[in-house]
């Protein structure tokens, strides 16, 4: 009896997760739901903040341990990991523009586990004095981001069903890449295969730098805590061990998922000056209570690596979420946030990412800043640059040449 009924709430259990595969997804913008953002600066025992004093001692914090809790997971403080750098390759490269270094990082955790990453850096050369850098992962290896043929392959690949596939193919993402255009105005772009730090599939997870179990505890990390703490990673050993970085003028930047975890490496380490998240979406810049495009049920069910298991809680239910969003981009301040969306790119909710931008910007406020105006969605290419800034360019869900104009824009403005 006790056998048969434990066997019919497991099945009740399996059925539930995987309807949640095929949770609706609204794409009509008479059907969002009527909600409120949780207000950013009413703490949760009521206390209104006034002042940047109490947000950064009483509501910053407060905001952190939710987001730590409730969706990326805790990110651990000591791991007791210690970290090696091999420089493999260095010298001239893209027709001289650069500097080019790839340097090998070998963690190696208290158990004695070795992890290898590979980092591919392009310095500027003709330039005096320590530069800004670009940190940016990239999906399917360093040597996709180029046709530089002398770039070599990511680690991880090795690891992956689809090795064999076209994806990883020398220069296959280069036009994501804009180092020419970064190089010209002085910028050095640091880039790694987030696979390396740890591999974006749920039956590879061994093979992660940070150790993540198979079951996990709620408020647990999963993948995206470890990404972003890798984002962390690479800004040690840019500020420790290159001499021509500016460590005071990092930017951090992702797409897409990748997106997602620079917004929360960028929450978490204020070494990082901009953040900046292209197309970032669910789970990244998008309002939740929306419930636009991608939702947390379909994100939560084809993801489950992603978030800490307690944001399954929030399936087929953003309204009881306690946090939204913009919230997230309000914890980067007094520091700066670039958000980016594209207009065919309705599955990551273009317009919940441009709200939640301008719903952040009370907090710039309390800083005596200027964060996103109050006002409708800009138009198409028609970037707004404050202390916050925002666009919506024309075209599909990707990384152009435009972004990265608009980004160096900004950086320019921020940074110098
Ligand atoms: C999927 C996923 C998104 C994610 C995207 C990406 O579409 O649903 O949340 O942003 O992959 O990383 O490319």
Known sequence: MKHHLILCLTL????AAAQNKNAPVNYDESQVPAFQVPDLLTCSDGTRI??????????????????????YGITPKHTGIKVKYETLASGPALGGLATQKQVRFVFTSPDGQKHEALLLLYLPRNVAGRVPVIIAYNFHGNQ?????????????????????????????????????????????VATMCY????????????????????????????????WAWGYSRIADYLQKHERQIDKHRMAVMGHSRLGKTALWAGVQDKRFRVVISNN?????????KRVFGENVARITAAFPHWFC????????????LPFDQHQLLALIAPRHFYVAS???????????????????SPVYQLYGMQGLPDGPQPPVQQPLHYDAAYHIRTGSHDVTAYDWQCYLDYLDKMLR
């Not at 090795?163 to 990883?168: E, F, I």
């Open 12 to 15: 009740i259990a399996l059925t």
């Open 50 to 71: 006034e002042t940047r004093r109490q947000w950064q001692r009483k509501r910053r914090p407060e905001l952190l341990r939710l987001f730590s809790e409730q969706e």
């Open 144 to 188: 996709t981001t180029t046709l530089q043929h002398d770039v070599i392959f990511s680690p991880s690949k090795e690891l992956m069903k689809d090795a064999g596939s076209g994806k990883w193919v020398c220069g296959e993402q280069a036009s994501r890449w804009c180092y020419e255009m970064a190089l010209q105005r002085g910028y050095a």
């Open 195 to 226: 696979h390396d730090i740890c591999p974006d599939s749920p039956t590879l997870l061994s093979h992660s730098v940070l150790p993540i179990g198979t079951h996990r505890e709620a408020s647990d990390y999963g993948t995206i805590g470890i």
């Open 280 to 288: 970032s979406g669910c789970g990244g810049a998008a309002l939740s």
């Open 309 to 320: 298991p307690a944001f399954n809680t929030y399936s087929e239910n953003e309204a009881a």
């Open 342 to 360: 594209a207009q065919d790119d309705q599955w990551a909710d273009p317009k919940g990412e441009y709200l939640s931008a301008l719903y952040a």
